[in-house]
């Protein structure tokens, strides 16, 4: 059973660019969480997702973030007009329905210069 | 609302000597626990789980974790280190019985040195 996938591993975007993430879920998991992680720090909820469902995003910022998770396709996690502090390593995670514990990704680290 | 706080940002044994990774929680409901590790520029791995079953949580690596109430501590232990758990590590606290997002730790950063 393949683990979580994320890409790209790396991403490097100038200021006022686009970015955009993608995660595909454990087989079977129908649950998606973002998560960010900035440098010396822990990771940071962003937002949970179920197919075609965003459930909660009080951790994402108000403006130029978006995520979607849809009926076919991994999900994404958008980033508009990016600037230097979007810096940082987004994580995925995902669980079944009815669990609680999450399996992560192995992240994909955005450099914006 | 919930909170962990990791009480040591850093810590540093002796390979072979005792790990004691120390996490408090707060919650205003019946919390599970986790601790996650994370290996330099990797992704997070999931150690072990506390749910409200066994207060002694066995997991991965020859770690245990023991959830007590009383203290509201859930303190990750294990009997000998090894250089490979040179790591950073995270208490994360949810809730029980419902998909919902983690709460992470400020992390523990574990330095084994021979």
């Known amino acids: 059973n393949a683990g979580v996938m994320q890409n790209p591993r790396h991403l490097v975007r100038r200021r006022g660019q686009e970015a955009r993430l993608r995660c595909s879920p454990m087989?079977?998991?129908?649950?998606v969480y973002w998560y960010r992680q900035l440098p010396e720090e822990g990771l940071k909820f962003m937002v949970y997702?179920?197919?075609?469902?965003?459930?909660?995003e009080s951790g994402m910022p108000k403006e130029r973030f978006s995520a979607e998770f849809p009926k076919e396709g991994p999900s994404i996690l958008r980033i508009q007009q990016v600037v230097r502090g979007d810096s940082a390593a987004y994580f995925c995670?995902?669980?079944?329905?009815?669990?609680?514990?999450?399996?992560f990704g192995p992240g994909t680290r955005l450099t914006v210069t | 609302a919930q909170s962990v706080t990791q009480l040591d940002s850093h810590v540093s044994v002796s390979e072979g000597t005792p790990v004691l990774l120390r996490c408090n929680y707060s919650?205003?409901?019946?919390?599970?626990l986790f601790w996650y590790v994370q290996h330099p520029n990797k992704g997070l791995q999931l150690l072990l789980k506390?749910?409200?079953?066994?207060?002694l949580v066995k997991g991965i690596n020859g770690f245990e974790a023991e959830f007590k109430k009383s203290e509201t501590s859930f303190h990750l232990t294990k009997p000998s280190a090894h250089m490979s758990d040179a790591a950073e590590y995270f208490c994360?606290?949810?809730?029980?019985?419902?998909?919902?997002?983690?709460?992470f730790g400020t992390g523990t950063r574990l330095q084994v040195t021979l």
């Open positions: 995670a995902s669980s079944p329905a009815g669990a609680n514990e999450q399996y």
């Open positions: 087989k079977g998991h129908s649950h």
């Open positions: 997702l179920q197919k075609e469902n965003i459930i909660d």
């Open positions: 919650s205003s409901y019946s919390p599970s």
């Open positions: 506390y749910t409200s079953a066994a207060t």
């Open positions: 994360v606290v949810t809730f029980t019985g419902t998909a919902s997002k983690l709460t």
